[in-house]
């Protein structure tokens, strides 16, 4: 076994770096700060949570940055506002909403420890002292912690280094641990030529996800796999397209696995929670996510088992 190495493209990175970069922020208010709302001004668009889940900004790109999967209960507004507004306001105010930020668990927030490693990445000291001068406008001691709000035009404003390292960080931290053998990884190229140039690479943008990634695999050399594996899949398309691919659950154990079968994780109401692509000798194409730092990979059996667990799981097979 050797040490999982994924390299990102410069071209994608570069991608990666101006998807980031957006014409607003987004800020969330439980009922007990809604009072903040007003200092964003009369620019600010003000949405009900639920609202806001149904519209144009709770998008692919949205939900990935502000991992609005993890907000915690009790949010009642969303405000858009433009980009300039946020630097803008009183020390004191943007203060208080950094900590609602921090307090309802939105994304773009970061652990001032982590952020102390990415600013030795930036090589003159000069550039290094002016992005921390920066960074400091936005940051806030709670709960003993300090903590980094990154918005939009911190982000438009960051030095390209350390742009660069904090997603490559971030990216680095969702490898799994081990990947094939070379001698391995070449013999399921040649087998699954349809997918090979997406084992063990990241996708330009967010939105693919393993049921995608699933039934590209699924679908052949046939099917326009490049078109599939960058869609947003969700699990009511992802049955349809097994069914069609003539999948069937069957009753084995994982001893008995073959190649092209399918493993499936389902929660305890019944919803599919995750899929992945048997390539043979215990090892799958796989992508735990629809974010774009979320690479397609070759991983191990042991790996998925790690990571999703043993239990409601279920095997199809290609009938």
Partial sequence: MEEQQIKIDSSVMNTWIDCI???FDLFFFSSANESLIKQLG???LIMNYNNFLQSEFHNKDTVN???TWNLKEGIEKVCIVHLDIFPTLPKNIRKYIIEEQIKLNRGLIFNWNFVKE?????PEEKVRTKTHKLLSKYTLNYNDEKFLLIHAKLWEELHYNFKYHLILRLSKEY???????KKTYKLLANKYPHISSYFNS??????ANCFAATLAAISGAQAQTDWLIYNWVDFTTFHNGIELNQYKKVSISFKE???EDLIIWM???GVTLHATFHLGYNYFFNKNGQSFILPWEIISLEELLTMWGKDNIMIYRKQ
Avoid: Q
């Fill in 65 to 67: 940055f502000y991992e």
């Fill in 267 to 269: 929660n305890k109401d």
């Fill in 202 to 207: 990241y996708p330009e943008k967010n939105g």
């Fill in 118 to 122: 990415l600013l030795r990445k930036v």
């Fill in 175 to 181: 490898i799994s641990n081990f990947t094939a053998s």
């Fill in 42 to 44: 009369s620019s600010a």
């Fill in 21 to 23: 970069a957006t014409e």
């Fill in 257 to 259: 696995l073959e190649a």
